[in-house]
């Protein structure tokens, strides 16, 4: 199965405490082109890894290749436990 993985690492090699404001983000266009679907696990009381299949639309995430341009601020997130 193919994987996209994007980490940000931050060390302070310094001395003095500094603040931290802004990460950079990772974009990836065209996941929803093959009619890609993702999975995601709902777990209930006595009905776990109950799954559900969703197309990104379903999502919130509209087609991002079309013929006019649509910005979303839309966002999932998935905890992966290893």
């Given amino acids: ?7 940000n690492t931050v060390i302070n090699e310094g001395r003095e405490e500094q603040v ?3 990460l950079s983000s ?3 266009s065209g ?6 679907r993702l999975y995601i696990p709902h ?5 776990e ?6 197309t990104f ?8 290749q079309t013929k006019s341009i ?3 601020s839309k966002m999932i997130e998935l905890d992966i436990i290893q």
């Fill in 49 to 54: 890894l109950n799954w559900k299949e969703y």
């Fill in 31 to 36: 996941l929803e082109k093959d009619g890609n």
């Fill in 43 to 47: 777990n209930g009381w006595q009905k």
């Fill in 70 to 72: 649509r910005r979303t």
């Fill in 20 to 22: 931290l404001t802004y």
């Fill in 26 to 28: 990772f974009t990836y």
């Fill in 57 to 64: 639309e379903d999502l919130g995430f509209p087609v991002t």
């Fill in 1 to 7: 199965m193919p994987v996209a993985r994007f980490i």
